[in-house]
């Protein structure tokens, strides 16, 4: 009787639980069961372990081998068990140094040919493990960039299960540890580039709004015509944000490492931003899957903007599935044996045209669509995802003056101002526990110290009692409120924030 063992890690959602992978070797004929909650792709693993090892010139005695992943209770998801398998039996075998072996997390796919393959979630999984302690942590060498985003954890590249083995062989001869992989990276250029908002022609007012909904983290609809440049002020809008802190894009790429996004080589301080297309389904936009969850767009906009474009052209109900995650920053994926949460704190924009054909009320073209085109199209936005839309702005075709125009001021100017409103924000709301004004509890800012005067509220309290308004659009107008006084450099809003905050909620009320 023979006993290895190693270690995993098991994710739900981004949060990951320390896995004892244990190989037994007895009597009995010759297999090789795994036991421990693994789906599909987790139980074929002892195919491409006898294969990879045959490869490797390696060998595993002809017996029953039991693989046991603990706690069993937990539902193990993919193939990067594969090396923590492999690693576990090897080591039951006596062909790798047992104790050396269980001290370290290994994580990867086996091929055929005894390579070692990267699989999604890497990120997450060594940041589970050293929460959890664990010190060392072997993965494939083209994951080793995004391990070593993680401090204080010792990362071991590894290409093939061969070269693994003799590895394991040498430390144990020598009494040290595996070859430590290469030097930490630090911050990266991303890949994507981020248009400035000089880019723009015109559209004072639409600018303005953008910098607004960076200031205070309110969500935006814009509407006009084809070719006005509604998209390229949604594009723009992470390139006025603020920076990430190092936990928060820590926190960010490990969404995006477990929805297989591309392999981090460094650190991306840049807000990230979706824009899926409006066939997205459901699962697209909020996570899910028919084996692991993934996460959606609106996780993976975690921090960021979310950019729905086209937005009456999505599904209703894929519309209207953003309502909980708005309110509450989290998207909540239920299953039979699992309940997954992702993060979801987006700042979302939709663009849309005002009618089907995208004429009506453009210069110079007529709109070919009938009254019951146009209601049908304008309901697709209404009801409660509007009323959570803090402001709304209309974005007209471009006169032909502005296009000589020179002067626009640079993101880098906005940004500047946006870092300096949310500096006031965050002194002001350090007791409540927020740091932006769209994130503030309602009842706070209806009651002292917060409470506005009463001049300043007259036409936003008659737009509650004659039923213009509803509760929660009250507070979204006192926030935006608040956010025009930061970006004025005041300390409170007065008479005219409030009525630019309820003109830029509905253009209905400013007439």
């Keep these: 009787m023979r006993f290895g063992r190693t270690l995993a890690v098991a994710l739900s959602g981004v949060r990951g639980t320390l896995v004892d992978v244990e190989a037994h070797i007895g009597n009995g004929l010759p297999t090789l069961m ?11 693993a002892p195919d491409r372990l006898r294969s990879a090892v045959a490869s490797a010139g390696l060998s595993i005695p002809p017996s029953r081998i039991v693989v046991n992943l603990s706690p069993a209770s937990i539902p193990k998801h993919g193939s990067g068990y594969d090396l923590a398998i492999a690693v576990a039996v090897l080591a039951a075998a006596d062909v790798i140094e047992a104790s050396v072996a269980a001290r370290s997390v290994h994580l990867g796919e086996l091929g ?3 390579s070692i393959r990267p699989v999604p ?32 954890v010792t990362v071991h590249a590894a290409a093939t299960l061969g070269a693994l083995v003799e590895a394991y062989a040498v430390s144990a001869r020598r009494g040290g540890t595996l070859p430590v992989a290469s030097a930490l990276p630090g911050i990266c250029t991303p890949d994507r580039q981020v248009g ?12 303005e ?20 440049g509604k998209t390229m002020l949604a594009e723009r809008l992470v390139g006025v944000l603020p920076e990430l802190t190092r936990a928060e894009a820590l926190e960010s790429q490990a969404i995006r490492s477990l929805a297989g ?11 990230p931003f979706e824009a899926p297309h409006h066939t997205a389904s459901t699962a697209a936009i909020v996570g899910g899957g028919s084996a692991a969850v993934i996460p959606g767009a609106v996780s993976r906009a975690h921090r960021g903007v979310l950019f729905l474009d086209e937005a009456p052209e999505f599904k209703s109900s894929v519309l209207q599935c953003l309502r909980q995650p708005l309110e509450s920053g989290v998207v909540t994926i239920a299953r039979a044996r699992e309940s997954v949460t992702y993060p979801a704190g987006f700042l979302l924009v939709m663009a849309a045209n005002p009618c089907p054909c995208g004429h009506s009320f453009a210069r110079g073209q007529s709109c070919r669509c009938s009254p019951m085109d146009l209601r049908r199209y304008a309901s697709r936005l209404q009801g409660p995802l509007l009323d959570r839309i803090d402001l709304r702005v209309n974005v007209p075709q471009v006169a032909a003056g502005a296009v000589a125009e020179i002067g626009a001021e640079s993101s880098q ?4 101002r946006v870092a300096q409103a949310r500096c006031a924000q965050a002194q002001r709301w350090a007791d409540v526990g927020v740091t932006l004004n769209g994130h503030v509890p309602g009842h706070l800012l209806r009651r002292r110290p917060f409470r506005l005067a009463r001049a300043a509220t007259a036409r936003l309290d008659r737009a509650l009692d004659h039923g213009e308004l509803s509760l929660r659009g009250y507070d979204r107008v006192l926030r935006v409120a608040w956010s025009l006084a930061d970006r004025e450099g005041r300390s409170t809003p007065g008479p005219a924030e409030v009525t630019r905050a309820m003109d830029l909620r509905s253009p209905e009320l400013a007439a």
């Design 112 to 114: 055929l040919d005894g």
């Design 196 to 207: 400035d908002l000089a880019d723009v022609v015109g559209q004072k007012e639409a600018r």
């Design 34 to 44: 795994i036991s421990g909650l693994p789906d599909k792709a987790c139980a074929q």
């Design 261 to 271: 996004v591309g392999q981090a080589r460094g650190l991306d301080l840049t807000p």
């Design 121 to 152: 979630g890497v990120l997450p999984v060594v940041m589970a493990a050293a929460a959890a302690g664990v010190r060392h942590v072997v993965v494939p060498a083209a994951s080793v960039a995004e391990a070593r985003l993680v401090e204080g």
């Design 209 to 228: 709004v953008v910098e607004l909904a960076a200031i205070g983290g309110h969500h935006l609809l814009l509407t006009g015509p084809p070719g006005v």
């Design 413 to 416: 100017t906005v940004a500047q």
